[in-house]
């Protein structure tokens, strides 16, 4: 009775610490997009949390069945083995917890199946080989994470498939809506907000919600919000690879387009800035020909190309803005066009806000939008949260998926304030092989712009923190914390200097 006893608990701890396993990398494959490529990429960079000590202990028990015990002593010990390796590998709380979705549910579904086999081959094996099997299965649970999306994605394809054409169907049915697309490296999400504020002066509109910007998100936006009554649709588009916004326009056939930004953001997928180029003007080459392309012309990138556009922008384009001042009020500035000027003032903070912010008044104006029916909804404005949002704290959280431009205009609007100023940032990611140059420009341009600098992550922090010391920063006001949470340790031992500022740039996801 008692061999049985032990066996089942055995049995029952794998069970656990697989389990246990499974929700952590699963959570990662979701950050990685499902993409094989991308959760393999992961992995290989990340090699510490596949085969760190408690990623490993259940080899030990495995090492058990080459040792001459008695099964139950032997079962007991790889038991708590089993518990112990669950108790070390249980998830941390996430900035961005995994959302079990109806995908997670029947992926965990395919786990459970291949967790059953191999409790089932334990349950018929040699105590010897039943331990073997279960110590060798519960070492490498990121392995069958992988197999599992592998043998689920046929179901998947073929449910992605399936909302994509009703989508489609529903956006056949509403030849009336007229859909403005949105692309670029950078500002898409802040630009879709503010469109959707000014354009609803006059009509009635829909956007992607948060950051659905991929096809599939665009899908579920139509196939879940999409109503009779929308006369505008605001497709936020984003890409990681070429074809990736052809794909979307494909889908939603845009009358008009925005192109906010082109840089070198997600360098790591496309290869190179040529690639992003041409990407983010798949949404020019699909308009009609009585469709209306906005473009960013402060923009070096996108001034080079040869299109037929309203331009906007600080300094060039159509629609552009001068005498900008910031105050208590907020921040102020004209905004002019070949006819006529008009003074706006918007809580916004940032060169950049306001550079997207002209772009989407250029949008509503050749919509039908008088440009002084804009003013109200404009001092309305609201910052998108994580996108420099002033926190009443003294914090200005630009925690979202930083780039060279933001970065620079969030280190611009922060050398604005009186006081201590207080940098926190992990850098830039995804930048491929430019990642370590941008990431030392930023630390070197950071120097004269703040007063104290703490670095998140020892892999991150050489570059920036090269930069910074070139750039003539004092040493003692720079430190490298781990995590956020020892950043913040340090910032409340630093000593109080008058009023104090923090910059909060990029929070890099659980997956870095």
């Not at 941390?92 to 959302?99: E, G, T, W």
Request: charged fraction near 20%.
């Amino acid at each position: 009775m008692l061999p049985l006893i032990t066996k089942l608990l055995l049995l029952a701890s794998t069970a656990v610490c697989y389990g246990v396993q499974a929700i952590y990398f699963t959570h990662m494959l979701q950050l990685n997009s499902y993409r094989d490529e991308r959760y393999m990429r992961w992995c290989n960079e990340n090699t510490d949390r596949l085969v760190s000590v408690k990623r490993l202990l259940p080899l030990l028990a495995a090492v058990l069945a080459f040792i001459s015990l008695p099964d139950v002593l032997r079962n007991g010990i790889a038991t708590v083995l089993f518990l112990l390796a669950a108790l070390l590998n249980r998830p941390q709380k996430a900035k961005k917890p995994l959302v079990v979705t109806a995908r997670v549910k029947r992926l965990f579904a395919v786990e459970g199946i291949l967790l059953t086999a191999a409790l089932a081959g334990a349950w018929f094996f040699s105590p010897w080989r039943a331990l073997l099997l279960l110590g060798l299965f519960g070492s490498v649970v990121w392995f069958w994470v992988r197999l599992a999306a592998w043998i689920a994605s046929p179901l998947e394809k073929a449910i992605a498939a399936r909302f994509v054409q009703d989508a489609r169907r529903r956006m056949q049915e509403r030849p009336d809506l007229t859909v403005i697309g949105i692309t670029g490296s950078y500002g898409k999400t802040s630009t879709k907000n503010f469109l959707q504020a000014l354009l609803s002066v006059k009509y009635n509109v829909l956007i992607t919600p948060e950051n659905f910007n991929t096809t599939l998100g665009v899908v579920r936006t139509i196939r879940e919000h999409l109503r009779p009554s929308h006369q505008i649709f605001v497709c936020e588009m984003g890409a990681k690879n070429v074809g990736d916004i052809k794909e979307i326009c494909d889908l939603v056939h845009p009358k008009h387009g925005m192109i906010t930004s082109i840089g070198e953001q997600h360098l790591e997928t496309f290869g190179s800035l040529e690639n992003i180029i041409s990407t983010k003007f798949e949404l020019a080459d699909a308009l009609p020909q009585d469709g209306m392309l906005f473009l960013n012309t402060d923009n070096a990138y996108i001034r080079e190309q040869d299109r037929q556009a309203v331009g906007y922008g600080l300094e060039h384009g159509d629609y552009t803005v001068h005498n900008i001042y910031t105050d208590q009020n907020g921040t102020h500035f004209t905004v002019a066009n070949a006819a006529e000027e008009v003074e706006f003032t918007t809580r916004l903070l940032g060169a950049h806000n306001i550079q997207n912010l002209v772009g989407c008044i250029a949008v509503a104006h050749c919509m039908g939008i008088e440009l002084k029916d804009m003013a109200y909804p404009i001092r309305l404005l609201k910052p998108v949260p994580h996108r420099l949002q002033l926190l009443p704290n003294g914090f200005i959280d630009d925690a979202y998926n930083s780039n060279p431009a933001g970065f620079r205009s969030a280190l611009d609007t922060l050398s604005g304030f009186d006081g201590q100023r207080v940098l926190i940032t992990p850098g830039m990611v995804e930048l491929g092989e430019r990642q370590e140059a941008l990431n030392r420009e930023l630390g070197e341009y950071a120097a004269t712009r703040c007063d104290y600098a703490i670095l998140v992550g020892e892999k991150q922090a050489p570059p920036l923190k090269a930069g910074l010391l070139n750039g003539g920063f004092d040493e003692s006001h720079l430190f490298v914390a781990p995590t956020l949470n020892d950043a913040l340790a340090i910032l409340a031992a630093l000593p109080q200097e008058g009023r104090r500022t923090v910059l909060l740039e990029n929070d890099l996801p659980d997956n870095f």
